[in-house]
């Protein structure tokens, strides 16, 4: 574990798969098979506090209780967004704030209510990347989250959704891929057989396109889905929006992506937000396909929403969403040239809770 990955105070009880559990215990002079009882109750039994895994014997719950916690993430506040979007701001032993976002969404004709349940999650404490359009990069990176942290967005949301989360994004605030551990742990918690939360194909990391994280992704073939922030046709333009271009350059990153293919058999997603005059032109639309026919792929087309409230300077305060018009325009060309296009809503704008928007802002204060 690495400096910038402690946490003060007790250890963390949630966050650590069956097995490390397991270890964990048995370091510290309790009965290996406690482990799995302690497991079950925190993901499926869904027990926030030790004194209430009746199973476990008294003395057991009080050196639990004394020694290491459960609670990961505290709720500080809830908004609710005109849609339905909730926006969770929480808090971390240290002080620290994150936020994750439930967005219902694809409602079902029949009943009017939504089938899908999605929640977005943070892995980092603010961030480091500098994409210029991002309300995140105000904050800068404090630190790593926790997989415990991680995990524990999860189960706190869920109690204030009365239907189960049907989808898990890692596209909160931070980078997932530069806290592969930590992220990588959770995934095994939600993808588990036992506690049932969500299957593979509902689970998806979205990364702005840190290449050494895609080919160990592709090494382990992880089979959750991958998303890429790709935002740029070209070279020039996407390190002007995204400084990390600079480090792992697009030729760079589609080598990766075509590797991750051959790997896993699995394509991408790629997301991509129109900016007015800045990467919507018809050669965009023309390289972007090029990109997308190289392995199975689709593209995410994203509305730019609004990060005034960051004060953004230089490129980043110039940037503008496409209009109506044009956004529409750049779809059917997408289409028209075979590829397969999905639009992103923008659930909970009217609470800064859409994509990018996620900067702890006043009002979520
Ligand atoms: N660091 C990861 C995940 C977090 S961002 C990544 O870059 O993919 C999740 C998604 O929201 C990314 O596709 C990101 O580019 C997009 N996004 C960021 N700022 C945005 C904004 N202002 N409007 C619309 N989408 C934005």
Not at 26 to 35: M, N
Not at 39 to 47: L, Q
Not at 140 to 162: C, F, M, P, W
């Amino acid at each position: 574990m690495s400096k910038r990955d402690t946490v003060v105070g007790p250890i963390e009880l949630k966050g650590l798969p069956t097995l490390e559990l397991e270890k964990l215990f048995e370091s510290s002079g309790i009965k290996r098979y406690r482990a799995r009882q302690v497991y079950d109750a925190m993901y499926i039994s869904r027990i926030d506090n030790v004194q209430e895994m009746k199973l476990l014997p008294h003395a057991l719950r009080e050196t639990l209780d004394s020694a290491y916690r459960t609670e990961s993430v505290h709720l500080k506040t809830l908004q609710v967004s005109d849609d339905g979007t909730k926006k969770f701001l929480f808090e971390l032993l240290d002080g620290s704030a994150i936020e994750s976002v439930l967005i219902p969404s694809e409602m079902a004709e029949e009943d009017g209510h939504p089938r899908r349940r999605t929640l977005c999650i943070s892995t980092q404490v603010g961030c480091n990347l500098g994409c210029v359009f991002c309300a995140t990069a105000s904050l800068n990176l404090k630190r790593n989250l926790t997989s415990g942290e991680i995990v524990d967005q999860y189960l706190q949301a869920q109690k204030h959704s009365l239907k189960p989360i049907t989808n898990i994004v890692f596209m909160g605030m931070g980078e997932p891929l530069n806290n592969y551990d930590a992220v990588m742990r959770a995934v095994e918690i939600f993808n588990d057989q036992r506690t049932l939360i969500v299957a593979p194909r509902r689970t998806t990391l979205s990364t702005a396109g840190v290449v050494p994280g895609i080919v160990r992704m592709a090494d382990e073939k992880r089979i959750i889905k991958l998303a890429v922030s790709l935002h740029a046709t070209t070279q020039g333009v996407r390190e002007k929006l995204m400084p990390i271009a600079r480090r792992w350059p697009l030729d760079t990153l589609m080598d990766a992506l075509e590797y991750y293919y051959q790997k896993t058999h699995k394509g991408v997603t790629f997301e991509y937000i129109v900016f007015e005059g800045v990467n919507d032109s018809s050669d965009d639309v023309k390289r972007l396909a090029r990109f997308a026919r190289r392995f199975p792929s689709k593209v995410n087309v994203i509305p730019f929403h609004s990060i005034d409230f960051t004060h953004p300077e230089g490129f980043g305060a110039q940037l503008k969403p496409s209009t109506p018009k044009h956004f529409q325009q750049f779809i059917d060309r997408l289409r028209a040239e075979d590829v397969h296009v999905l639009i992103r809503s923008s659930s909970g704008k009217d609470i800064d809770a859409a994509c990018g928007q996620l900067a702890l802002s006043d009002k979520a204060k």
